[in-house]
């Protein structure tokens, strides 16, 4: 489990991201961050992968993520997102995910285990035939599943990912549907996405931020409830529907 409290965060310049933010993320769940664009999100997400500094408190299964060493926070949590792949496009596939590897790995060179890590998350998300390729020769979409697989390889108990779908297409939205269950078991799975019918497909639990404060922590069903708040959120229409028995969210445009 993840616990957050009072968790206020500020650039410089003064512009506070996240102003005493309380949570908790549950464990073997998926969860999704929603909230607009600049709504926190994302600052969430790094602060508590440790990337950026705050004040307040953040327990990822009992470590105090303040007090423990980021190489230790490293093998606990993966955070994904592309914005952080650009030293990287030089290198294939093969070997940025190899050198992500590496706070895990046993020694200082490539082990078979590294290797066999390498494989079987390259199969997982169908990137296998792309291993010889450097990053810089990707599609957008394609490089997105790179980037998920280069936290998937360290084998962490926790992933975040910023903008989980970003950029792929409704056939790999539909691999990752059926993976982030397995992902989240024995740890935790936390995503943000800007698809509303995406996320209400595969969330299990659900933060709602904006202005750097959380406005909702909970269950679809309780979502749905404060639908009116959650349009207020975005100044959007959205409409709750069935489908299938499964309650889903959906944006109205026109």
């Given at each position: 489990?993840?616990?957050?409290?009072?968790?206020?965060?500020?650039?410089?310049?003064?512009?506070k991201?996240?102003?005493?933010?309380t949570?908790?993320?549950?464990?073997?769940?998926?969860?999704?961050?929603?909230?607009p664009?600049?709504?926190?999100?994302?600052?969430?997400?790094?602060?508590?992968?440790?990337?950026?500094?705050?004040?307040?408190?953040?327990?990822?299964?009992?470590?105090?993520?303040?007090?423990?060493?980021?190489?230790?926070?490293?093998?606990?949590?993966?955070?994904?997102?592309?914005?952080?792949?650009?030293?990287?496009?030089?290198?294939?596939?093969?070997?940025?995910?190899?050198?992500?590897?590496?706070?895990?790995?046993?020694?200082?060179?490539?082990?078979r285990?590294?290797?066999?890590?390498?494989?079987?998350?390259?199969?997982?998300?169908?990137?296998?035939?792309?291993?010889?390729?450097?990053?810089?020769?990707?599609?957008?979409?394609?490089l997105?599943?790179?980037?998920?697989?280069?936290?998937?390889?360290?084998?962490?108990?926790?992933?975040?990912?910023?903008?989980l779908?970003?950029?792929?297409?409704?056939?790999?939205?539909?691999?990752?549907?059926?993976?982030?269950?397995?992902?989240?078991?024995?740890?935790?799975?936390?995503?943000?996405?800007?698809?509303?019918?995406?996320?209400c497909?595969?969330?299990e639990?659900?933060i709602?931020?904006?202005?750097?404060?959380?406005?909702?922590?909970?269950?679809?069903?309780?979502?749905?409830?404060?639908?009116d708040?959650?349009?207020?959120?975005?100044?959007?229409?959205?409409?709750?529907?069935?489908?299938?028995?499964?309650?889903?969210?959906?944006?109205?445009?026109?």
């Amino acid at each position: 489990m993840i616990v957050v409290a009072d968790l206020s965060v500020t650039f410089p310049g003064g512009f506070k991201a996240l102003n005493n933010v309380t949570v908790k993320i549950p464990s073997n769940k998926v969860t999704c961050i929603l909230g607009p664009n600049g709504a926190g999100k994302t600052t969430l997400l790094r602060t508590i992968a440790k990337m950026l500094s705050f004040k307040g408190s953040i327990l990822i299964d009992g470590f105090v993520v303040a007090r423990t060493p980021l190489k230790t926070i490293a093998r606990l949590v993966s955070y994904a997102s592309q914005l952080y792949v650009h030293e990287l496009l030089s290198l294939t596939v093969e070997e940025a995910l190899l050198t992500a590897r590496y706070p895990v790995s046993r020694g200082f060179l490539e082990s078979r285990e590294d290797y066999a890590v390498v494989e079987r998350v390259s199969r997982e998300l169908k990137i296998n035939h792309l291993l010889k390729r450097k990053l810089s020769q990707l599609s957008s979409g394609e490089l997105q599943r790179v980037v998920l697989a280069l936290a998937l390889v360290k084998e962490p108990r926790i992933l975040l990912f910023d903008e989980l779908d970003a950029h792929v297409d409704i056939g790999v939205k539909s691999i990752l549907a059926k993976l982030v269950h397995k992902w989240a078991s024995g740890g935790a799975v936390v995503f943000t996405t800007h698809d509303v019918l995406f996320r209400c497909s595969i969330g299990e639990y659900f933060i709602v931020i904006a202005g750097g404060r959380v406005l909702y922590a909970g269950d679809l069903d309780g979502l749905i409830e404060r639908l009116d708040d959650l349009k207020e959120v975005y100044g959007a229409e959205i409409s709750a529907v069935e489908v299938s028995e499964r309650k889903l969210l959906i944006p109205r445009y026109v």
